[in-house]
């Protein structure tokens, strides 16, 4: 099993869709979990942190379900400009190790 | 402040080539990563320094590539000789454990603009 498994896309969605992405985790003890954007030729970008009791940034929702080892997230109201790649991040940190282990990507286009 | 610097952007160059991959993290960042990026891919971690030491490289394929952090600033990543399945983007990324964003978040990375490399 890959330690970070995602929905492999594509998703194609108009604009003003709801769209949500699955990840799915090996390591039980991983500790903090994130999700980056990345768009076209450029490098990822920390889009937000998840956390265990969910979180929301404006139209994006994050949750994070320990004993599924399962995250996800949520964009309400896709718009054009949130097209990009999103990649599920876990970490795993000891001393001062602190590694990200980035899943393979999902890439989202929203259509006018 | 200024960003993670990389250099050069692109590079071509034919199997059994060497090739090397600068960076220049953020002022003040003890962490530095390099990554492999494929295409359709998500990045693979290659080498964790921490200051000027080697915190793991595990999944730095010792025989043709070798890194560097002398003096625990800037790094340089080599590799020789190239094979045709070493095309992708390499991504140097610096993290500082006290970094704190506007919306409460720590132990960030940022990463730079990359290195797309071509092996004909």
């Known amino acids: 099993r890959k330690e970070v498994e995602q929905d492999p896309g594509p998703f194609n969605v108009p604009e003003g869709a709801t769209v949500a992405f699955n990840c799915t985790y090996s390591n039980s003890a991983s500790q903090s979990f994130f999700w980056y954007r990345q768009d076209c030729r450029k490098e990822p970008k920390l889009l937000m942190s998840?956390?265990?009791s969910g979180n929301e940034d404006g139209r994006f929702t994050a949750q994070l379900n320990r004993a599924s080892q399962y995250i996800s997230l949520l964009i309400r109201d896709s718009k054009l400009s949130d097209s990009a790649t999103y990649l599920c991040v876990v970490i795993n940190s000891g001393g001062s190790n602190y590694k990200l282990t980035f899943g393979k990507g999902t890439l989202l286009t929203v259509n006018p | 402040e200024a960003g993670v610097a990389q250099s050069p952007r692109y590079k071509i160059i034919e199997k059994r080539q060497s090739v090397a991959f600068w960076c220049n993290p953020i002022s003040g960042h003890a962490t530095l990563y390099w990554y492999q990026q494929i295409l359709g891919q998500g990045p693979k971690l290659l080498i964790q320094?921490?200051?000027?030491?080697?915190?793991?490289d595990s999944q730095l394929p010792k025989d043709r590539f070798s890194a560097e952090r002398l003096k625990g600033v800037d790094s340089t990543l080599k590799i020789q000789p190239a094979k045709l399945e070493d095309s992708a983007v390499y991504l140097c990324?610096?993290?500082?454990?006290?970094?704190?964003?506007?919306?409460?978040?720590?132990?960030?990375?940022?990463f730079g603009p990359g290195t797309r490399l071509t092996v004909l």
């Open positions: 320094f921490q200051n000027n030491g080697v915190v793991d």
């Open positions: 990324a610096s993290r500082s454990s006290s970094t704190l964003l506007a919306g409460g978040l720590t132990d960030t990375q940022y």
């Open positions: 998840v956390y265990s």
